[in-house]
């Protein structure tokens, strides 16, 4: 259980016990957390916002911890790996530049409040199964499943799915 300095400890030499995890250590320095001054262990040092902001409150040690001396190889570290993932694909950034992307094409449209159900009623009064209706729209029924659920958008329907639905079924989908 962690003990917080209230400001008034007692001892203030040997035997005194780490201010943030309660661990009975010997050798305890000061730190700055969370804007409290407290005398910490080593394995809570880490804790320390002036080591990480740069600062140097720590006491004893031969300062080898997660200091500010890492942050700008991290920062580096992780907007490279940022960059591999985007493009994880090709390597390289070509490809969408010269094949630019398909957004446009089959773009959802709007679509009007509860579509999902509204599509879900008509389908089963139509006596179809989501199979059925993807066979007539010629789209797989994951994609039924989508509009179904309500979530054409994260489903990655297209409008010629949505457009095909409602010839289909005969009802309006779209938000015209």
């Given amino acids: 259980m962690a003990k917080y300095s209230t400001g008034s400890g007692g001892g203030g030499g040997s035997g005194d016990a780490c201010e943030l995890c309660g661990r009975e250590d010997t050798s305890l320095s000061e730190a700055n957390v969370a804007g409290a001054r407290l005398s910490v262990c080593s394995d ?3 804790h320390d916002d002036s080591a990480r902001s740069g ?3 720590r006491t004893g040690g031969s300062g080898g911890g997660r200091g500010g001396g890492d942050e700008p190889n991290r920062k580096k ?3 490279q790996n940022v960059a591999k993932a985007m493009d994880a694909s090709t390597g390289d950034s070509r ?3 010269e094949e630019g992307t398909d957004y446009e094409e089959d773009r959802l449209p709007y679509l009007v409040k509860g579509y999902g159900e509204t599509v879900t009623e008509a389908r089963q009064d139509a006596g179809m199964t989501a199979e059925d209706l993807a066979a007539e729209v010629g789209v797989d029924a994951e994609q039924i499943h989508a509009v179904e ?3 054409a958008a994260r489903g990655g329907v297209g409008g010629s799915t949505v457009r095909g639905i409602e010839q289909a079924l005969d009802v309006t989908l779209v938000d015209e």
């Fill in 95 to 97: 490809h969408w530049e």
């Fill in 44 to 46: 809570c040092a880490p």
């Fill in 77 to 79: 570290r992780a907007a």
């Fill in 149 to 151: 659920d309500g979530r």
């Fill in 55 to 57: 600062g140097s409150s």
